[in-house]
């Protein structure tokens, strides 16, 4: 060990012994390994010795095996996060080094044959049969857990689980940074000319993106801030090809091409499932989530397929129709790059309506003070602006408090692209607090995204779609802020992921609710509220080619179940053309051959589980949302009752109690099923 190694590791690292003001101003990619390892040979030490309760008690056991790995969690989730916020080779290089220690670690500990009967012979004791029902649900899913990680095979079998965690983590990670590195190579610049059509805004910002790289003209990204943008208004056909089809390749590219990878991922998957005693990587996955396998979530996704499937092929024909009309006779059909441009050529002529017109309405700072407002209506609590070190100059921090003025919870948020951050929106745990005998220990956590940017003089103007997203997002934080569940593996977001994302898209209502606009929407010059006329010309057009957006994910949902349960990885078939196969069935154009929108697709192939099948969760979940709103809907948005029964009953509950119980004592009774097609106007 080098003399800088020896001093990282010591009192000097900042990522040990982490509390609650987590110092990114001293976190540096140096300090990860020695960091982890220390945790680990400290977590290591913790676990033999609780492997060693049969012989002198269980006292505190089950409390002291949810807490074990604690700070090695949080010091793990704060490398990953900065390598995802601030990529470059040097945490990217920190991340790699701890990734095989700690998936031997947690893979590890799953087998462990001394903790493994220590667990199983606590489960015998009275003190067990005496637990009270949530630390004796904690005790059942444990075991079910240790279970499901291979804690009943041996030799071996053990050494290959073994060997495909640490692999899965490793290709994984090597999938996410080829797409990050390839989205971050890509730019095009272009004369101001063939940006005719695209909003001015968007102009502006990319010719000064251009400037600040000593260049003329507009700086063209594959961010989605340019890119959906361009794609919906350039009247330049070619840019809108050259640039959809930039977009179609990425993550195939020589020296970050992911399509080999997502073979082994899936062989990887098959075989772990396999060796686990499961049929295939769904079954392994959904076997303790509200659909239960593979078939069972391939059966419901079909099912919204074909009740959806008229009503989409009915829009495709109208907009081809609309786009015949528009253009001479012997115009070229529609291509890919031609779907979002002339979609919203026909939704401004039947509605209109145009999406930029809302923008103005929407400053960053006013949506965030705006939801901030609806949630202290409909949940009774509090969010402030406060200070705390943070990894990036944008990054702001902000604490929430209860009614009573308790600190239940902190969180960061970060919204706007960089080359160096992974794309999409998520929100993440650092610490989880919850109820202690001392009183409450308040949650950590932290919201990102990937928004419209400030421009100059002018804030962040988000589309209304970005609204929704950071709503969701907020939906997300707060499951993890309001959770008050003593057992910190039960809590928060820590539930099964076809509920998970309930919380979330429930938020997203409020954004279409003039009652709730009028906290918020304001002119960012004049300070106006959304005018009436365009306010009733949004809700008109609000289920505009409904179809087309619900089997786009339906695409994703399936082609990664069919991945899972019906394709065989060790065959002769190609992975990449039966994906895109599949897909092309869900799109409202022809794919082209080298369509592989799998090799870039995070959401599956980022981690060793992820959403591997389980991306049908979000329509799940949808259907949950569509259903639980429709409360509040009738009771009123604002409605304090409902606010506080919909807390009390799901946001501070988390995995406490089975997530179909929890939506019954919310609703009343089981969900309805039809409550999704018919808010789409689907039904």
């Known amino acids: 060990m080098t003399a800088t190694q020896t001093e990282v590791t010591g009192a000097s690292n900042p990522l040990l012994n ?18 982890v390892d220390t945790l680990l040979a ?4 913790k676990l033999e010795d609780l492997a060693r309760s049969g012989e002198r008690g269980f006292a505190n056991f089950m409390a002291d095996l949810d807490t074990l790995t604690e700070q090695l969690d949080t010091v793990n989730t704060i490398v990953h996060h900065l390598d995802s916020v601030l990529n ?13 220690k700690t998936s031997e670690f947690y893979t590890k500990l799953s087998l462990h044959t001394g903790l493994w009967a220590a667990l199983k012979a606590f489960a015998a004791t009275p003190e067990a049969a005496a637990l009270d029902p949530v630390r004796a649900r904690h005790l059942k899913l444990t075991i079910d857990e240790f279970r499901r990680e291979g804690a009943d095979l041996q030799g071996e079998e053990q050494e290959r689980l073994l060997a495909l965690n640490t692999r899965l983590a490793e290709v994984t990670s090597e999938f996410s940074k080829n797409v990050l590195d390839e989205t971050a190579a890509f730019e095009l610049y272009v004369p101001t000319e063939r940006l005719a059509g695209v909003p001015q805004r968007v102009q502006d910002a990319t010719r000064r993106d251009a400037e600040s790289r000593g260049q003329d003209g507009h700086r063209l990204t594959l961010h989605a801030p340019v890119l959906v943008p361009v794609l919906t208004y350039a009247d330049d056909r070619e840019l809108r090809r050259d640039l959809w089809l930039a977009n179609s390749r990425v993550g195939q ?6 399509r080999p990878l997502i073979r082994e991922i899936l062989k990887l998957r098959r075989e772990k499932a396999q060796l686990l005693g499961f049929a295939n990587f769904a079954d392994y996955v959904l076997q303790d989530r509200m659909a239960g396998s593979g078939a069972r979530a391939l059966a419901f996704e079909r099912d919204l397929d074909a009740r959806t499937r008229p009503a989409f092929d009915r829009e ?7 786009h015949r009309e528009q253009l001479r006779a012997d115009a070229p059909e529609l291509d890919a790059w031609d779907v979002a441009y002339w979609a919203e050529k026909q939704r401004q002529a039947k509605y209109d309506f145009d999406e930029e017109a809302l923008r103005p309405y929407f400053p960053m700072d006013g949506v965030l003070s705006g939801l901030f407002e609806i949630t202290r209506r409909v949940f009774g609590i509090t969010v402030a602006e406060s200070e705390a070190p943070g990894w990036h100059p944008e990054v702001r921090y902000y604490t929430i408090h209860d009614e009573s003025g308790t600190h239940v919870a902190s969180f960061y948020t970060d919204w706007f692209p960089r080359d160096t951050k992974r794309a999409g929106a998520w929100m993440n745990a650092f610490i989880t607090g919850g109820p202690r005998e001392q009183g409450v220990d308040p949650h950590l956590g932290l919201m990102c995204g990937n928004m419209t940017p400030p421009d100059g003089d002018t804030p962040a103007l988000l589309s209304i779609r970005e609204v929704e997203t950071v709503f969701h997002e907020f939906g997300h934080l707060l499951h993890h802020a309001m959770s008050r569940v003593p057992v910190r593996s039960l809590s928060g977001t820590n539930v099964p992921w076809d509920f998970v994302e309930l919380p979330s898209q429930i938020m997203e209502n409020w954004v279409m609710e003039r009652e709730a606009l009028d906290l918020f929407a304001r002119h960012y010059q004049t300070g106006e509220a959304i005018p009436q006329a365009l306010f009733d010309r949004m809700i008109a057009a609000r289920n505009y080619r409904a179809a087309n957006a619900a089997m786009r994910q339906y695409s994703f949902g399936l082609t990664d179940l069919s991945l899972h349960v019906e394709f065989d990885p060790e065959g002769d078939a190609d992975h990449v053309t039966y994906a895109r196969d599949l897909m092309a069935t869900f799109n409202p154009t022809a794919l082209p051959e080298h369509y592989a929108m799998i090799a870039a697709f995070n959401h599956l192939f980022s981690s060793p589980v992820g959403y591997g099948a389980g991306y049908y969760s979000y329509k799940w979940a949808e259907v949950l949302d569509a259903d639980a709103f429709s409360r509040f809907a009738q009771e009123g948005i604002f409605n304090r009752d409902t606010g506080r029964a919909y807390v009390d009953t799901i946001l501070s509950r988390g995995n406490s109690a089975d997530p179909a119980e929890l939506y019954r004592e919310f609703m009343g009774r089981d969900p309805d099923a039809d409550a999704l097609l018919r808010r789409s106007g689907l039904l």
């Open 18 to 35: 982490v509390g609650f003001r987590i110092p990114f101003d001293q976190i540096r990619p140096e300090h990860a390994e020695g960091a």
């Open 42 to 45: 400290q977590t290591q030490a």
């Open 88 to 100: 470059g080779p040097e945490w990217h290089a920190a991340k790699m080094a701890i990734l095989p």
């Open 253 to 258: 590219q020589e020296g970050r091409d992911n």
């Open 316 to 322: 495709n024909e109208e907009l081809r129709a609309f």
